[in-house]
T-cell receptor, first 115, second 110 residues
Framework: NAGVMQNPRHLVRRRGQEARLRCSPV?????VYWYRQLPEEGLKFMVY????????ESGMPKERFSAEFPKEGPSILRIQQVVRGDSAAYFC?????????????FGPGTRLTVT | KQEVTQIPAALSVPEGENLVLNCSFT??????LQWFRQDPGKGLTSLLL?????REQTSGRLNASLDKSSGRSTLYIAASQPGDSATYLC?????????FGAGTRLTVKP
């Protein structure tokens, strides 16, 4: 059984470029969550998506960040015009259903470095 | 707004010691609480999940307790080993998201 897969594992971007982070959930899971971990801090919730729908984006920065989870393919977290403050580890989690009774399974993360 | 605090921020112990990591949360209306382990530069490994109706969970040398009314959880590690060295994260689930503490960085010296 493949767990949550994220790629790339490491991503280096120059200021002003775009970053695309991909997350493939556990097979059969239709719910995806994105979290960001800044250096020396805990994980912070960003967005919760179900196939083709954004359910909760209360943790997403208002500008430059967007997320999608299409009917086919992985979930994508897109960061436009990256700045140094975007350097962090971005984790994706998936669950088989909606609601807090379903455990979230975490991927290995993508470490973004903005130079 | 739910706030999760972990104390201490860092802990260093000699091999073989029993130890306790603490987690507190401000809003007792949670569905579950989960303890994770994170190694440097790595992802999260789930250790124990406690549902709000439960008081504790055990796995091997690990025991986690939950006192929802007081907003506290503890992770007890028995007979610590150098391989236990990692950052331990506590997270509570209330709605769509999980709220994480900043973690306790544990070092077990041989």
């Amino acid at each position: 059984n493949a767990g949550v897969m994220q790629n790339p594992r490491h991503l280096v971007r120059r200021r002003g470029q775009e970053a695309r982070l991909r997350c493939s959930p556990v097979k059969g899971h239709s719910h995806v969550y994105w979290y960001r971990q800044l250096p020396e801090e805990g994980l912070k919730f960003m967005v919760y998506l179900q196939k083709e729908n954004i359910i909760d984006e209360s943790g997403m920065p208002k500008e430059r960040f967007s997320a999608e989870f299409p009917k086919e393919g992985p979930s994508i977290l897109r960061i436009q015009q990256v700045v140094r403050g975007d350097s962090a580890a971005y984790f994706c989690a998936s669950s088989p259903g909606r609601g807090s009774s379903y455990e979230q399974y975490f991927g290995p993360g993508t470490r973004l470095t903005v130079t | 707004k739910q706030e999760v605090t972990q104390i201490p921020a860092a802990l260093s112990v000699p091999e073989g010691e029993n130890l306790v990591l603490n987690c507190s949360f401000t809003d007792s209306a949670i569905y579950n609480l989960q303890w994770f382990r994170q190694d440097p530069g790595k992802g999260l490994t789930s250790l124990l999940l406690i549902q709000s109706s439960q008081r504790e969970q055990t796995s091997g040398r690990l025991n986690a307790s939950l006192d929802k009314s007081s907003g506290r959880s503890t992770l007890y590690i028995a007979a610590s080993q150098p391989g236990d060295s990692a950052t331990y994260l506590c997270a509570v689930r209330a709605n769509n998201d999980m709220r994480f503490g900043a973690g306790t960085r544990l070092t077990v010296k041989p």
